[in-house]
């Protein structure tokens, strides 16, 4: 493959990279693209018309899917930015909902841009009574994360004046409720599986006060918001909030592309959340560290992570785009300890058991070779538990957090004159034709 420059008509240069094809002994030239930051791009979108060959690139390790603005990572330097901001800066300086408007909007809020955008969600919070009869449906031991699959793709059966795809206006309100909405399933699948009342959401409360104050008080008795924890959950979301096309992002994506409404987008992107190599690590991390009790087991669980007859990974190491430290994993680590320290809780073992694990790790050939560092999983459910969440709600915690860069991409996606529904093509690898063989004459 050669690259080679040529002027465009407007005068612009346009790169292209050739492709020789030995078999018809014809060279091809593919455009390639430039971004604002990262690596160029080779436009494939008519290889096939062109070439009547396919690209093959089984989990999309060196495919970009669309054009976006929204997030940029540098997965070599540790670095991402939302709308150029990075996250250090808004972890440190921002709050939830100031990101929320950041990602949808593209800049900042300026105070009245602020408060208008934090009145309309807070009066999106509450659902539609007749969706708390959904929730009997469920059995009382269902995972929540279960629950929130289900509840969110009924959405779409209770507000329809917010699933026209092409209605600007419903799309805008459509991205409200569900920013809106999610703390107040999340709390409600929580309570109802601890057989307590669902609490109502209360307007005079912020984003994150309100979302404890929904999932931890009790109508008998007075229920104060620690500040403390209140900033820590804060955090928490807007270090989930949006990261590229990951798993869960690009099935949002794919599933908008074909028309579907938004709540059904959102319920896809949840599913996806769920596995244990995505947004489930987070719960796996704390089932592993359970697992491993102590530092002198940590080299059987580091040999078992290394031995690939085994399974087993080191829950919350590695990423597919990170070959450095994550930079939200740089924070939370930070964060635990504030929290541990502000909650007054010395010595916890989880972490000083997970310090260990990753010092150990941090030093073995093995992740040094492959680059694998901890990842914004590995510290969050240490977080979490010091919080008071059962481990079964730390992936609805990251649900909640993400829906905000679902949606923006989605809203993205929608907008995007160069969107196509997906659907990728394949490497045909099965039977060659054969006879139908009638069933009297096979053995
Ligand atoms: C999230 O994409 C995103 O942006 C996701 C996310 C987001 O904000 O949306 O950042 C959130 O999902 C973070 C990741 C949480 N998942 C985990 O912590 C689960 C444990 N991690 C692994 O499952 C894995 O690292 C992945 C899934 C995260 C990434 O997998 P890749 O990119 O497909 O990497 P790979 O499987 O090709 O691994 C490369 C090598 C392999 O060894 P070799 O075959 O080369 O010998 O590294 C090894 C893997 O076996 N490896 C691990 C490992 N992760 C990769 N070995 C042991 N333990 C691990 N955790």
């Not at 007859?309 to 939200?328: A, T």
């Not at 994993?329 to 010595?347: K, M, P, T």
Request: with cysteine.
């Amino acid at each position: 493959m050669t690259q080679k420059s040529e002027k465009t008509s407007s005068g612009d240069s346009m790169d292209h990279v050739s492709l020789f094809d030995p078999v018809s002994d014809q060279s091809f030239d593919l455009p390639l693209l430039t971004g604002t930051e990262g690596p160029r791009v080779i436009d494939v979108r008519h290889l096939y018309r062109d070439t009547g060959y396919f690209t093959y690139d089984p989990g999309y390790t060196s495919t970009g899917s669309c054009q976006s603005e929204i997030t940029f990572i540098d997965g070599e330097q540790g670095i991402l930015r939302h709308r150029g901001y990075a996250i250090e800066d808004l972890a440190a300086h921002s709050n939830y909902l100031g990101v929320c408007y950041l990602l949808l909007y593209g800049e900042l809020p300026n105070a009245k841009q602020k408060e208008a955008f934090v009145q309309d969600i807070t009066h999106h919070t509450l659902l539609h009574e007749q969706l708390t009869f959904f929730f009997r449906g469920f059995r009382r031991d269902a995972h929540p994360m279960a629950i929130m699959c289900g509840v969110v793709g009924a959405l779409s059966a209770f507000y329809h004046d917010s699933t026209d795809i092409n209605d600007p206006d419903q799309r805008r309100l459509a991205t409200h409720q569900l920013i809106a909405k999610m703390p107040t399933i999340a709390a409600m699948a929580y309570k109802y599986s601890i057989g307590q009342p669902f609490v109502y959401p209360r307007n005079d409360l912020d984003f994150a006060a309100n979302f404890l104050h929904m999932t931890f008080s009790l109508p008998a008795e007075e229920y104060k918001v620690s500040p403390v924890m209140a900033r820590a959950i804060d955090r928490i979301f807007i270090l989930h909030a949006d990261h590229e096309q990951n798993a869960s992002t690009s099935t949002v994506r794919i599933a908008g592309s074909s028309g579907a409404n938004p709540f059904a987008c959102i319920a896809a992107g949840i599913a996806s959340l769920w596995g244990p190599a995505h947004g489930g690590a987070n719960e796996a991390v704390l089932k592993m560290l359970g697992e491993i009790g102590s530092k002198d087991r940590i080299p059987e669980f580091i040999a078992r992570a290394k031995d690939d007859k085994d399974p087993f990974r080191l829950m919350g190491f590695g990423h597919r785009v990170y070959k450095n430290y994550d930079p939200r994993a740089a924070v939370l680590r930070e964060s635990c300890h504030e929290v541990l320290d502000e909650l007054g809780i010395e010595n916890e073992p989880l972490l000083e058991l997970a310090m260990e694990l990753e010092q150990i790790a941090l030093n073995d050939e093995y992740f040094i070779q492959r680059k694998l560092f901890p990842n914004v999983d590995f510290y969050s459910g240490i977080t979490l538990k010091a919080l008071g969440f059962p481990t079964s709600l730390f992936t609805v915690l990251f649900a909640v957090a993400r829906t905000v860069g679902w949606v923006a991409q989605w809203k993205e996606m929608i907008k995007d004159p160069e969107q196509k529904i997906g659907r990728p093509r394949q490497l045909y690898v099965g039977s060659t034709p054969r006879p139908y063989v009638p069933l009297h004459k096979r053995s």
